[in-house]
């Protein structure tokens, strides 16, 4: 009677154990299949992008190991900037240090679009950095993620002596400016309004970057 109640114990914790883990897309298996296969680019390039649609945790190995392919890396970021699971940001953060060019630019931009904030000193460094090449792209991260801490890279850069740098910086500032202002940090977003408008020459981007003071205040009013 013990031995029955002890199995009996047993099916049931395995039974229990089995719903904790979901089913995996039959979908997503199949791409995953397609990627371990001698399939052709195009195959491949589709099975990335059902992936990003239908994969989870389990696919951001496979997608990760074409971050460096010269025509599959931008299907495989696409693919993982549409896994919710944390661990497709790791895979990309950490391919930060092995990348060079436009793979590393796609990466930087794919962590923007992620609005990974674990990124945020990685990417604050590069914006910093014109000799990694993708200074740019760094800080057009920077102004997806929107928080408190991109801004002030942002405002540093802002009052840099390179025009071009200072052109870029207004360019993410203008959108970091809007997710502050949504998340309720208006002070924020007219500190950094107000750098872009005293950086520039006069011209586009401080009268945008006017406009939007303009706006904060009526909002306030």
Do not use: W
Not at 150 to 161: E, F, V
Request: with cysteine.
């Amino acid at each position: 009677m013990i031995a029955s109640r002890s199995l009996l114990s047993l099916f049931v914790g395995l039974a229990l154990a089995g719903c904790t883990t979901p089913p995996r897309n039959p979908t997503a298996t199949a791409a995953l299949a397609v990627l371990a296969s001698e399939a052709g680019v195009h195959e491949k390039a589709r099975a990335c992008q059902q992936l990003g649609d239908f994969g989870g945790p389990e696919s951001v190995p496979a997608l990760a190991s074409l971050l460096s392919h010269e025509v599959l890396a931008d299907y495989a970021r696409s693919g993982l900037e549409g896994i919710a699971d944390p661990s497709a940001g790791q895979a990309l953060r950490q391919a930060l240090g092995t990348l060079q060019g436009r793979n590393l630019a796609g990466v930087v931009n794919s962590l923007g679009v992620r609005r990974e904030r674990a990124a945020l000193p990685e990417l604050q460094a590069l914006a910093l950095d014109p000799k990694r090449g993708v200074a740019a792209e760094a800080m057009a991260s920077l102004g997806m993620m929107g928080s408190v801490e991109a801004a002030k890279t942002l405002q540093q850069i802002l009052m840099s002596d390179s025009m071009e740098q200072r052109e870029s910086a207004a360019h993410a500032a203008l959108v970091a400016a809007e997710h502050l202002a949504k998340g309720k940090n208006a002070a924020a977003a007219r500190d950094l309004l107000n750098e872009v408008v005293h950086a520039l020459p006069a011209g586009h981007l401080p009268v945008v970057a006017q406009r939007q003071l303009d706006a904060l205040k009526v909002a306030k009013n």
